[in-house]
């Protein structure tokens, strides 16, 4: 049983964090482009941020870049949280604006 | 500065005065009775259950004309001539059978009124509280010690009595009439007035003798 | 087999799944809630590449932090409780392709590029190096983030008092 | 550290997971026997007298018998996998975050280089799990207290946070069994212990604002406006029954003495003795640690029985503006004594 499951699982490396790290960025990519709700959106980006330093965790580990790649990924979460913090104070002001926070009925600048 | 620091030091001073007062009570001794193992001690005068001492009782009705609920029955048979009922403890000698005597403790409110009038003092209050039931019917509580066998005894003794009794008066009644009747032939009086004072004297003889 | 593969196959299902949960849901808060375990799962993830501070971090910025603000923004943004908080899909053929094609272009860029890795020794300590790090090298991003940190929590803070003010003239 | 955490028997790490996990249930029956105590002597009452022998000793195994006998109820429109799934991820929030507190001084469950850090982190999920719970109820007095208590823990992280870091910066090291052992020995003024409560003045405010900050991060009175019972109904737990409010109930008194238990190793020494070399060993050094965290415990008790419940502004009002300013300048100034001294 145990050598069954040794042969079909295969020891994770860098590869197999890095394809993690696409999937999410996909699966991110997706919410941010299908969804149109604002917070949504949001969602996603985080998703894609998330993939992001997974690759920059993933290269520091295996790699020659050491712990380089755990500095960016921390300031890559310290920007995360800012943006967090000032995209829902726009999110709250435009939905007190416009009573909706649907990205395609936000449509004042286009003319 | 100076004012937010005053404000600080009455907040925690008041905060550890009011710590002081709950570990004071926290430490100091509970007043909490331990109910069925420690009892309370109950007042002398504590309207708690009603009970009558069914010996002292004669019958008298006082008890419940006195009820402002109406939750006592009382049903009394005169005791017939050939028994003697005794005297109660206070000496009062007892006339009546008690067929019937139930106080329904459901509809009781405890005003103590049922307890003064008592020419015996055989009603009062036990300190016994402890008396829910499960079913209404058991709170009426039935203190005459007379057996339904010997209910019916009494009853028929007293109702024979009553008929002898009866059966007398008439006796009486009639020979009563037939004298008057004979006196009537030999005053040979006008016949309607001297009937009507007859009768007269003799229904305010019987009220006096009632009452 | 190790406790770290069959780790790495939980902890990698798990964030793939919360995370195609959350995209695809229609409710906003189920997607919120699923992006929570996507987050454990990376924080986890961040474990087993012996990055346990990146890890905290993670858990604690994200987890107690933005999605509780998300969550927050979600409650406020929609009409009442009792709203449904469900959210339109659009475009979703041409996203569905595009983020294939990411997906796919990504995968094969990785799994085919001989990447040179080298065998570094199993850190023990990367609270201490990174601190060290942080005051040495990073000095100048580390005094930039937190002014950046600064900056965003005043303009947030401005906006807000701005829509309460508004408000405020609005009644 | 985390390679040993992985590379270890599994037998070994369920057998070491578990002990906490005894201590938590345990100690989850005495305090909320004694919760109940307490309050009973506090207002001259005897408490629970009735089950178990000696002043109701096994009440809490009764009311816990009577818990796993009730109905599970879910209600119609709750969102039923979140709605089952919150107290348990409430739970193992705390629960998890025992891992890293040093029980004696040959026990810790995990002695990994980022201690402190780690366990807020944990902690911090705490607040999620109750929105959870608030928002899965479908219920407006759950999402009330759901929504409260996600506004407080994240506002009360923060003075917790810094008051916390005061100590960091004395001892600079995350590790929690690190900073007990410097704790240890009778030096201050001869005879007092080296806790750090009373290496520093500054360290003793940071103990009150850690204090009061942890009262708010456990929701003990006078802070417990998520579940008040007067106003909410009980907050977020208004909907749960049986044995989920119990997981509920045990994941409050985990959280309330894993956060005792932090300032306890903090700045009361640990598992430290507090007279030097005497009655210390593993033992006896577990005995110390616990006895010092139920006496925080009971402090909290005793708070819950002395003052009253805050308003919602009231409490926001002490974390902003006097917590938050007084924890950060009481940062500066412990770093400047360290420093001077």
């Known amino acids: 049983m145990e050598l069954l499951l040794a042969q079909s699982v295969i020891e994770p490396g860098l590869t197999h964090f890095l394809v993690v790290s696409a999937i999410l960025f996909s699966l991110g990519v997706m919410a941010v482009l299908s969804r149109r709700n604002t917070i949504m959106v949001l969602m996603g980006v985080e998703l894609i941020l998330n993939s992001a330093n997974i690759n920059f965790i993933a290269f520091s580990r295996f790699t020659e870049l050491s712990l380089d790649g755990q500095m960016i990924a921390l300031f890559v979460i310290i920007i995360a949280a800012a943006e967090a913090a000032v995209a829902l104070a726009i999110v709250l002001n435009v939905y007190n604006r416009f009573k909706t926070i649907n990205l395609d009925d936000i449509s004042l600048l286009k003319g | ?211 | 087999m190790e406790l770290t593969t069959i780790l790495f196959y939980l902890f990698s299902l798990i964030t793939l799944g919360a995370a195609a949960f959350m995209v695809f849901s229609k409710n906003i808060v189920h997607s919120a809630f699923a992006l929570m375990f996507a987050l454990i799962g990376v924080a986890a993830l961040y474990v087993l590449l012996y990055a346990d501070f990146l890890a905290a971090t993670q858990l604690l910025v994200y987890v107690g932090g933005i999605l509780i603000l998300i969550l927050f923004g979600v409650m406020l943004t929609s009409l009442g409780y009792t709203f449904n908080f469900k959210t339109v899909t659009v475009n979703l053929a041409p996203a569905s392709l595009l983020s294939a094609t990411a997906a796919v272009l990504l995968i094969f860029a990785f799994v085919t590029t001989d990447w040179k890795i080298s065998e570094i020794a199993e850190p023990t300590d990367t609270v201490y190096d990174l601190g060290m790090l942080l005051m040495g090298d990073y000095i100048l991003p580390f005094i930039v983030a937190g002014v950046l940190l600064l900056i965003a929590i005043i303009g947030a803070i401005l906006m807000s008092t701005h829509l309460s003010a508004e408000n405020r003239e609005g009644v | 550290m985390t390679q040993n955490l992985l590379h270890i028997n599994p037998i070994a790490i369920l057998v070491h997971a578990a002990i906490p996990l005894v201590i938590i249930l345990v100690y989850a029956l005495v305090a909320i026997w004694a919760e109940r105590k307490v309050a009973g002597f506090i207002q001259d009452r005897l408490g629970p007298m009735r089950v178990g022998g000696w002043h109701g000793w096994a009440q809490s195994i009764a009311d816990l018998l009577k818990l796993i006998q009730k109905e599970d109820i879910i209600p119609n429109d709750a969102s039923r996998f979140l709605f089952k799934f919150a107290p348990f991820m409430m739970f193992a929030a705390s629960y998890a975050a025992f891992a890293v507190i040093p029980f004696s001084s040959s026990y810790i469950g995990s002695n990994i280089n980022i201690g402190v850090f780690y366990l807020l982190a944990v902690t911090s999920v705490l607040t999620l799990s109750i929105i959870m719970a608030g928002w899965a109820s479908n219920n407006k007095w759950s999402l009330l207290g759901g929504m409260r208590s996600a506004a407080q823990m994240v506002s009360y992280e923060v003075p917790t946070i810094a008051t916390v870091l005061t100590v960091i910066v004395v001892t600079g090291s995350l590790n929690l069994m690190t900073v007990t052992e410097m704790q240890s020995g009778n030096d201050i003024l001869g005879f007092l212990p080296n806790w750090f409560i009373f290496q520093n003045p500054f360290l003793l405010v940071a103990f009150v604002i850690f204090f009061i900050s942890i009262l708010a991060e456990s929701h003990r009175v006078p802070f417990d406006l998520p579940e008040s019972e007067s106003e909410l109904v009980a907050g977020y737990q208004t909907e749960y029954s049986g044995m989920r409010w119990a997981m509920f109930m045990l994941a409050e008194y985990a959280d309330m003495l894993l956060l005792s238990l932090l300032g306890a190793t903090l700045f009361f020494g640990g598992w430290n003795s507090p007279f030097g070399d005497f009655m210390s060993g593993p033992f006896w050094s577990f005995f110390w640690f616990m006895l010092k965290g139920l006496l925080l415990v009971f402090v909290m008790m005793w708070i819950r029985w002395t003052l009253p419940r805050y308003r919602v502004d009231q409490l926001m009002h002490i974390c902003w503006s006097i917590l938050i300013p007084l924890s950060f300048i009481n940062l500066v100034l412990v770093a400047l004594w360290e420093v001077i001294f």
């Not at chain 2, 007042?43 to 004309?65: M, S």
């Not at chain 2, 403790?105 to 405890?110: D, E, G, R, S």
Request: proline share 6%; glycine share 4%; with cysteine.
């Open chain 2, 1 to 211: 500065m100076v004012e937010a620091i005053k404000s600080g030091w009455i907040t925690f001073k008041s905060i550890f005065i009011g710590m002081g007062v709950t570990i004071r009570h926290f430490f100091g001794p509970s007043v909490t009775l331990q109910y069925p193992d420690e009892r309370p001690v109950i007042p002398d005068k504590a309207r708690t259950k009603l009970y009558v001492n069914i010996d002292d009782c004669i019958g008298c009705h006082l008890c419940a004309r006195a009820c402002p609920v109406n939750c006592i029955y009382i049903d009394t048979v005169p005791a017939t001539s050939d028994v003697d009922l005794g005297k109660t403890s206070t000496g009062n000698p007892k006339r009546f059978w008690l067929t019937r005597f139930d106080i329904d403790m459901a509809k009781c409110m405890y005003c103590d009124l049922c307890v003064h009038p008592c020419p015996t003092n055989c009603i009062y209050m036990v300190p016994d509280y402890e008396y829910s039931e499960f079913d209404r019917t058991n709170l009426i509580y039935h203190f005459s010690n007379l057996e339904p066998a010997m209910v019916a005894e009494v009853k028929e003794k007293a109702e024979k009595e009553a008929a002898e009794k009866q059966k007398q008066r008439e006796e009486m009644m009639r020979k009563k009439a037939e004298e008057a009747k004979k006196k009537q032939m030999e005053a040979k009086k006008p016949p309607q007035q001297n009937t009507d004072g007859e009768t007269g004297t003799k229904s305010d003889k019987s009220d006096n003798g009632d009452s």
